[in-house]
């Protein structure tokens, strides 16, 4: 269960790192980076918050089964597949599901800045 929840994530922090990142952040350093910032965010929440987030991903990779009839593991070849079903619980009219990529969106932003942020500490 535990691999497929980190497939899950990586699928979904690399789809919306390519949304709100530039080509410079979408490099494999970069998404690792931002991949390890959400993992660690995730594991710093209380339990219930994390529990909550843990089901509806898996809900979110059951969705994408039903759908696509494969699981989102990591695959060159289905980015597409990632990206409309990202984009359909983007759009849901169910609050949690929207809710769950608006999460993934904000830590990678979140990475995304901080990262930033000591890039330009180190630089001055």
Not at 34 to 59: D, G
Request: proline share 3%.
């Amino acid at each position: 269960m535990a691999g497929t929840l980190t497939g899950t994530i990586s699928v979904i922090v690399k789809e919306v790192l390519a949304i709100y990142g530039t080509p410079e952040s979408c490099s494999d350093d970069r998404f690792h980076r931002v991949l390890n910032f959400v993992l660690e965010q995730m594991q710093r929440m209380p339990w219930l918050p994390r529990l909550a987030i843990k089901i509806l991903t898996l809900c979110f990779t059951v969705s994408s089964f039903l759908h696509n009839g494969f699981a989102f593991l990591a695959g060159g070849s289905a980015a597409d597949a990632y990206r409309k079903r990202i984009q359909a619980w983007s759009c849901s009219s169910l609050r949690p599901c929207r809710d769950l990529v608006k999460f993934y969106a904000a830590m990678v932003v979140l990475s995304l800045y901080s990262d930033s942020n000591a890039l330009d500490r180190e630089g001055l």
